[in-house]
């Protein structure tokens, strides 16, 4: 029950919170862009694009043994009725 009360004065407060934005926000905005904002839009997101493939390159060791350590199998026995190399030179030699 205390959660529920808890979750609705949130709601409550978000509420109001966005009440209080449609009062202060104006209704139209007069606005001009030129060419040159554009371009430097164009020119920030090629450089964000940049940026993450230097940070890749960088770290791809990294990232590549994170993802095969995530999703390698944690079993460093073969499974059962798998025999290994190793168990096959011992059955010869004895």
Excluded: C
């Amino acid at each position: 029950m205390r959660h529920t009360t808890h979750r609705r004065q949130h709601i409550l407060g978000m509420v109001g919170l966005l009440a209080v934005l449609s009062l202060i926000v104006p209704r139209s905005a007069s606005a001009y862009l030129d060419p040159g904002t554009g371009s430097f839009i164009i020119q920030v997101l090629l450089a964000a694009v940049a940026g993450v493939g230097y940070l890749v390159k960088v770290f791809w060791n990294g990232i590549k043994n994170f993802f095969s350590s995530l999703f390698s199998s944690k079993r460093k026995t073969p499974p059962e009725g798998m025999s290994t190399n190793h168990d096959q030179d011992q059955k010869g030699t004895s």
